[in-house]
Nanobody
């Protein structure tokens, strides 16, 4: 089992940058695929990005490709999401997630992650 705690959310103007991070408990962090999801008001939670166990593979949702970068540090049990060129439509609660995924990487966007953080609010003003 792993516990996840997000940090780094806040308010930023459109075009700006923000970095959200997630700290994970436990000694088997490298056995988990890590992901970021977001949920805007009135909308369903959606996949944003994922990173493989060693960090060698990543996956991004189309709306954030080229603007967001996911990274992890297995020595510090952390995963981060660097968000650049932010848009008002990026406003949402951002959730960190973990899963001991062992399937095909092509399926990662559809994987129901098992462990979730409490979320951190990101607000982008026009």
């Amino acid at each position: 089992q792993v516990q996840l705690v997000e940090s780094g959310g806040g308010l930023v103007q459109a075009g700006g940058s923000l970095r959200v991070s997630c700290a994970a408990s436990g000694r088997t962090f490298s056995s988990y695929v890590m992901g970021w999801f977001r949920q805007a008001p009135g909308k369903e939670r959606e996949f944003v990005a994922a990173i493989s166990w060693s960090g060698g593979r990543t996956s991004y949702a189309d709306p954030v490709k080229g603007r967001f970068t996911i990274s992890r540090d297995n020595t510090k049990n952390t995963v981060s999401l660097q968000m650049n060129s932010l848009k008002p439509e990026d406003t949402a609660v951002y959730y960190c997630a973990a899963d001991q995924f062992r399937g095909s990487w092509w399926d990662i966007k559809r994987t129901p992650f098992k462990y979730w953080g409490q979320g951190t609010q990101v607000t982008v003003s026009p």
